[in-house]
C-alpha cells in the first residue's frame, strides 16, 4: 500500500528565515503534486513535477522531486505571512488516484 | 469560470438523512474524482470514472455511499442514512486523461463540507 509522509506536520516560522518541508513515499511513483490549502478552503495546485531530478520554483517556494530516494521536499525562502498555509504532496503510484501526506501546517510569523 | 465546481458548498443534516452532493467537472476533462477530508488530515481517495465509467472504488466507500456520472459530464455522490463520522469535506477533482504526463494534474473544487448533526 503507497504511503506518503510529511515532515514536519507543524512548522511555525519567522518572516525572512528559510526552511524545507519533506515528503517521503513508500512506493514507485514518477510524479509528485504539491498542493496549498487555505483554512476552509479547497486544494491549490501549486507545482506538478513529473521526472526524477526535477526542480520547479515560483516565487519563494522551491519543489524537487528525487524518485530513486522516494522524496520530495518544498523549500521556503525569506518566509512571509502570506506563505501561512497547509501544504500537502501527494503522488499517485504511477495510477490513477492521488494519496496525500498528513499535510504541513505552516504558520508564518512577524 | 470555467474550473470545477461544486453545490452545495456547505451541508447540514440530521444522522440517518440522505444527502447528495454534485459536482461540475472543467468541460473537456474526462476523468472525474471524489476525496473525502476530515479535519487535521488530507484527502483521500473515495473513487473515480472516465466518462460515464465508474473505474475503482475505494475501501472507504461503504454500500451507504454512491456516485453516479450518468451523462459523462457532472457527477453526483449520494449517502444514505448520514452518520456523524461522515462529517467531512467532500472534495471533486478533474483532469483529462490524454496520455501525456502534463495531463495528469487534477484540478480541485472547492468542497462540500458536509455536517452531520
Known amino acids: 500500500e503507497l504511503k506518503v509522509e510529511q515532515n514536519p506536520l507543524f512548522l511555525s516560522m519567522q518572516e525572512g528565515k528559510n526552511y524545507t518541508i519533506y515528503c517521503n513515499y513508500s512506493t514507485t511513483s514518477d510524479r509528485l503534486y504539491w498542493y496549498r490549502q487555505d483554512p476552509g478552503k479547497s486544494l491549490e495546485s501549486l507545482f506538478v513535477l513529473l521526472s526524477n531530478g526535477a526542480v520547479k520554483q515560483e516565487g519563494r517556494l522551491m519543489a524537487s522531486l528525487d524518485t530513486k530516494a522516494r522524496l520530495s521536499t518544498l523549500h521556503i525562502t525569506a518566509a512571509v505571512h502570506d506563505l501561512s498555509a497547509t501544504y500537502f504532496c501527494?503522488?499517485?503510484?504511477?495510477?490513477?488516484?492521488?494519496?496525500f501526506g498528513t499535510g504541513t501546517r505552516l504558520q508564518v510569523f512577524p | 469560470d470555467t474550473g470545477v465546481s461544486q453545490d452545495p458548498r456547505h451541508k447540514i443534516t440530521k444522522r440517518g438523512q440522505n444527502v447528495t452532493f454534485r459536482c461540475d467537472p472543467i468541460s473537456e476533462h474526462n476523468r472525474l474524482y471524489w476525496y473525502r477530508q476530515t479535519l487535521g488530515q488530507g484527502p483521500e481517495f473515495l473513487t473515480y470514472f472516465q466518462n460515464e465509467a465508474q473505474l475503482e472504488k475505494s475501501r472507504l466507500l461503504s454500500d451507504r455511499f454512491s456516485a453516479e456520472r450518468p451523462k459523462g459530464s457532472f457527477s453526483t455522490l449520494e449517502i444514505q442514512r448520514t452518520e456523524q463520522g461522515d462529517s467531512a469535506m467532500y472534495l471533486c477533482a478533474s483532469r483529462r486523461a490524454s496520455g501525456r504526463a502534463g495531463d495528469n494534474e487534477q484540478f480541485f473544487g472547492p468542497g462540500t463540507r458536509l455536517t452531520v448533526l
Open positions: 501527494a503522488v499517485d503510484g504511477n495510477t490513477d488516484k492521488l494519496i
